[in-house]
């Protein structure tokens, strides 16, 4: 079977995953109440699928899906502020074609890049329990399995980070924004680079600058190209 042809197999299988109790009422709630702003829309409301170039150089690791967001639209960082800021700067260094994503349907396509989460589910609060973390943890292991020609991942918050050190079984790494590892794993070599999440929480606080973001994509390209 083609890389492409696993991936969505496998994405066939997160889509119907209800492991995590909590997180499926959760979602389920969050479509049927919606919000004002969103009241005419239908939710996803399911665990959301990852998506991207199936011969990705670059793998990119969210938190999980925004609740108004990608468990609205059905596509991970797509219809909220995190998604704008992220497809505007892939789009900046040559890893979309276009600078905006807004639904599903919106034409956007990833070049050499693939993106997913250390949860699949939208979480309250935005914060995963670490059971739910490690349950989801089989998908991201069964992806870095599959992308067999991922050069760079790109993990956005600690958590993502932390979950992607865990299935890789890399100890002693430090989470803080900007920084890069060498590694190795799956048999290959590998650059990790940590960067603090596009949430409001960050971008609205100057926590995370525009600038301070697009140098995170533009050292991606430059590792991807150097290796």
Not at 71 to 93: C, I, P, Q, Y
Not at 124 to 140: G, R, V
Not at 171 to 193: C, D, M, N, T, V
Request: with cysteine.
């Amino acid at each position: 079977m083609s890389t492409a042809g696993r991936l969505h197999k496998l994405n066939s299988t997160v889509v119907k995953c209800s492991s995590c109790p909590r997180l499926s009422a959760y979602i389920r709630q969050i479509g049927q109440v919606r919000v004002k702003r969103f009241s005419d829309e239908n939710y996803w409301a399911k665990p959301l699928p990852s998506f991207g170039d199936p011969n990705a150089r670059l793998l990119i690791v969210g938190l999980a899906p925004a609740a108004h967001g990608g468990n609205r639209t059905g596509r991970m960082f797509t219809g909220d502020s995190s998604g704008d800021w992220l497809a505007r700067a892939m789009h900046e260094t040559g890893f979309a074609n276009i600078p905006t994503s807004q639904h599903k349907d919106d034409g956007l396509v990833l070049k050499g890049a693939y993106i997913t989460a250390a949860v699949r589910c939208a979480p309250p609060d935005n914060k995963p329990l670490a059971s739910e973390i490690s349950s989801c943890s089989q998908y991201l292991a069964a992806e870095l399995k599959i992308l067999d020609n991922v050069k760079v991942v790109l993990a956005l918050g600690r958590i993502a980070f932390d979950a992607y050190c865990k299935i890789a079984a890399l100890k002693g790494l430090k989470f803080r924004h900007g920084a890069y590892y060498a590694i190795s794993g799956q048999g290959r070599k590998l650059g990790l680079i940590a960067s603090y999440h596009p949430s409001r929480q960050n971008t609205n606080t100057g926590r995370l600058t525009w600038q301070m973001w697009l140098d995170i994509f533009k050292r991606a390209k430059s590792a991807i190209a150097d290796g």
